[in-house]
Each structure stands twice: as C-alpha cells, then as structure tokens.
C-alpha cells in the first residue's frame, strides 16, 4: 500500500538529531545540532567549505557515530557502526562523485552489488526492464539503458542514483551537493527529481551551499558554520533573502568592505573591489550580524 503525504506526516519522523555532536580528538566537528527529516519533505542543509556538512553525514549515514546527543530513525534511538546498518534502516546516500562505472551500461550501474538471478546465471533482460521502469516513473525517458552510464550528463547520471536508491527501499536520501558540478539547466533536472522522490513519501536530506537551489524545494532549512548551527527554520519562517544573507554572512561582507574602503583608498583596484563588495551587501539587504536577531526560527548561536 502507498503512503500517503498525511500519513507520512503524522508518524515519528524518519530521522531525528538533537543536540548532537561529533569529536575527533581535541577538535570539535559538530556540536550542538539539532534536524528532523519527515517523509514527503526535503530538508536543507546548508554551509560553505568546513561548516560541518561532511561530518553530519557520515553520522547519519552510519560512517561516523555520534559523541554527544541523541539520534533517532522512526523514533527509535539508535547508534550505526557501518553505513550497511544505516542502509538496512533505509538511509541511503547518493555521494557527489556517485560510485558508478562509467563504461557500463546504466542498467548494470542500477543494480551494481543488487543483481537479479535466475538460477545461476543473471537475469539480464529482467534487469534492463526493471531499469527502464524505474527510471520512466521518476520521470526520466532514457532511449537505451544499454549505453555507458558516462555518456549521461551530470544531471541525468545524479538522477539514476536516486532512482536505484528509491528502488532499492530508501526512505531517507541524502544528496551530498548533487548540483554543485552542474549549469543552471542540469542542475533544474536534479531539482525536478527531488521533487520527485518528496512525491513518493522519501524525506530527502539536500545538503548544498547554494541557497538558490535549496530554497524552491526545500520545506526546512539548517545552517551550519563551523560545526555550529546559525539557524533552523522551517520555510515559512525565513525567505530566500534572509537564507542568503545567512549563508553570504552579510555583517562579515559589510566589515569587509569597509575594509577595503579604507586600506585601498589610493588604490583604484581595492577601491574597485569595495564597491563591488558593497554592491552585493546592498543586494543582499543584511545589516545585522547572522545570529544576532534571527529572522523567525530557532535562534541557535548561543549554543555551546
């Protein structure tokens, strides 16, 4: 039987952090974070190079396990010592570089480590059907599922992993930057098939840097810097302005400029970049430290 959004939305969510942590030694990777992923709902995790993205998903995923907090799948509170664990719990994770063999054909990339048998041999003609199906109900019509998976574009290659992972029981996907290699066009493909997999009852974890991809499809957002959360909100809570005043950091862009202005005052092309700095501070309409005064949502700077 099909779930349907309501019941999705009613049950315990899928995943659930709180207050959770990560330490390697003396240096802390995570702390203090806190995120729910229901079914039918993409959650947003947002942050620049070393906020921490990598480090909670290893955690999820079961690579990683967890020092301080707690962490709960369906309700239940649990602590993976293998992403096998986490995959049989059905938290599958679609990695940026995507583990797939380019010189094989895409159906033998879909069921790579999953093949179908028939007696001993492989149910080859069983396989590419499959294949086919699946993909044509995420709404991607390949003509040949016996090309090579590396003449597929970024796009369409990112969108037959989440399609093997719908098919093989995900209930949470984690997408690991799958526009950031992307143009504008691809990367609007990835975005549909998100869609795609929230329509089904999948919660989805969309871990990105650019705001501008996460806000149309996403329903929460977290921001990370540092190992730390600036902020956690549901859509309705924040705009897109304010998500990207947070993630540019407005207050440090405004410093900056400020900077510049005066160190490069007889220096045309520091004066140059000042005002292109202080052009992208007014587009960004941030006067105010990220933190400071949290537009709705959870304000989380005081964290420890």
Not at 156 to 184: M, N, S, W, Y
Not at 225 to 232: D, V
Request: with cysteine; net charge negative; hydrophobic share 40%.
């Amino acid at each position: 039987m099909t779930t349907t959004t309501a019941e999705t939305k009613t049950a315990a969510p899928l995943v659930r952090l709180t207050d959770a942590g990560k330490r390697y030694g003396n240096i802390i990777a995570l702390t203090g974070i806190t995120l729910e992923v229901s079914g039918s709902e993409v959650t947003c995790v947002l942050g620049d190079n070393g906020a921490g993205k990598s480090t909670l998903i290893k955690i999820i995923a079961g690579l990683h396990q967890h020092d301080e907090g707690s962490y709960e799948v369906e309700g239940e509170p649990v602590r993976f010592h293998s992403p096998r664990e986490a995959l049989n719990r059905g938290i599958a994770t679609v990695y940026q570089d995507l583990a797939v063999v380019s010189l094989m054909p895409v159906w033998r990339n879909f069921f790579l480590g999953n093949e179908l048998r028939r007696g001993p041999t492989m149910d080859l003609g069983r396989m590419r059907r499959t294949t086919k199906q699946e993909l044509l109900d995420m709404g991607i019509d390949l003509r040949d599922v016996d090309q090579p998976i590396g003449t597929l574009s970024g796009g369409e290659r990112q969108c037959v992993a989440i399609a093997r992972a719908v098919h093989f029981g995900a209930k949470v996907l984690i997408l690991d930057e799958p526009t950031a290699a992307l143009g504008v066009k691809q990367a609007g493909v990835v975005l549909r098939y998100i869609v795609q997999a929230k329509e089904r009852g999948i919660g989805v974890i969309f871990i990105t840097h650019n705001p501008h991809h996460a806000y149309p499809v996403g329903d929460r957002f977290l921001l990370l810097n540092r190992g730390r959360s600036i902020g956690y909100f549901a859509k309705n809570e924040i705009t897109l302005g304010e998500l990207t005043g947070l993630m540019a950091g407005g207050a440090e862009l405004e410093q900056l400029t400020h900077e510049l202005q005066r160190v490069g005052a007889e220096d045309s092309e520091l004066r140059h970049v000042a005002e292109v700095l202080e052009h992208e501070v007014a587009e960004l309409g941030v006067g105010a430290t990220p933190g400071s005064e949290q537009p709705g949502g959870r304000d989380e700077t005081s964290q420890p």
